[in-house]
């Protein structure tokens, strides 16, 4: 059975039952009971309790006051697991991110680490900008990136032509030991000057695993720069940094309730995914924010047993 807290009122108005009575002839007993008793006194609106009652959400709502957490929470805590994670889908995407409140901050981010690329890049850049991302995600990252044969030659040796000459001539003495030759003009600083054309060709020439090495070999700073740049025109470039990476950048810069903001940016799938792993009393807690009319009516569609027990309370 199920106990909840019941408009009395209503109840003796709607059925033609002086308060007097409920209160001496009826104390304790079920309303079930008091329909049963009513209705062998010839009492016919309580007769036709369950007419009244089973087809009608608003008065189901009334009766059993269902618009109380306190007995949406005693109704949901009798179902089984199966049943509440079918109930998630009908809440909102605000309400479904609160229930991540009942995530440490470590489980969440375990949680973001296994979602889909997609997900997590939406859920970061909810929180960062690409820019931020960009300066925060370790070197190591990035060099990974380089290496990734989902990166095109081409594609990179189009944004090289935006590094200084300088560095890329840093690039090339790193993989081949030896010295770019200048021009051999000096400019008014003394310094010979390099042609950046010519140093791009040299780049073009190494054999791939010569010029992933001087990818790799480019100075941090320009590093990052430079990947910037491909990722503006190229945003799935993202993708082929690590999950892990994103959810180091996020625990290390983020609070929980940063987390949980960001968190209504994400498909209502994947957060009915999240909140699916709560232990079912505190998914029955989550529940109990669900709007009240879905709730009286998906109860009388699909809960008659349910509505048997309250009844019976």
Known sequence: MITLDTNIYLLCNMFNISPRKLSDEYSGMSVEEIMEAEAAQGNAAAANFDKTILSDPIKLIELFQLNSPGNKYAILSNMNEKDLEDLLPLLSVVDLAMGLNFFTKDKLLKLMEEMPKEQLLKFTFAMFTPAQIMQLMPEAQLNKLLQSPEMDKDMELKYLK????????????????????????????????????????????????????????????????????????????????????????????????????????????????????????????????????????????????????????
């Open 162 to 313: 935006t590094i200084q000459p300088q560095v890329l001539a840093q690039m090339i003495e790193s993989v081949t030991g030896q010295p770019v030759a200048g021009s051999q003009e000096r400019g008014l600083d003394g310094q010979v000057s390099l042609n950046a054309q010519a140093l791009l060709t040299q780049l073009q020439q190494l054999p791939d695993d010569k010029f992933q090495e001087a990818m790799i070999n480019m100075p941090a700073f320009s590093k990052r720069a430079f990947i910037f740049k491909m990722t503006e025109q190229n945003p799935k470039l993202f993708q082929l940094f690590d999950s892990d990476a994103y959810t180091g950048i996020i625990a290390a810069k983020k609070d929980k309730p940063d987390l949980i903001k960001a968190a209504t940016v994400l498909d209502p799938e994947q957060l009915v995914k999240m909140v699916q792993k709560l232990p079912q009393d505190l998914m029955a807690t989550v529940l109990t924010q669900i709007d009240t009319n879905k709730f009286a009516n998906i109860l009388l569609k699909e809960f008659k047993d349910i509505i048997g027990q309250i009844v019976a309370g």
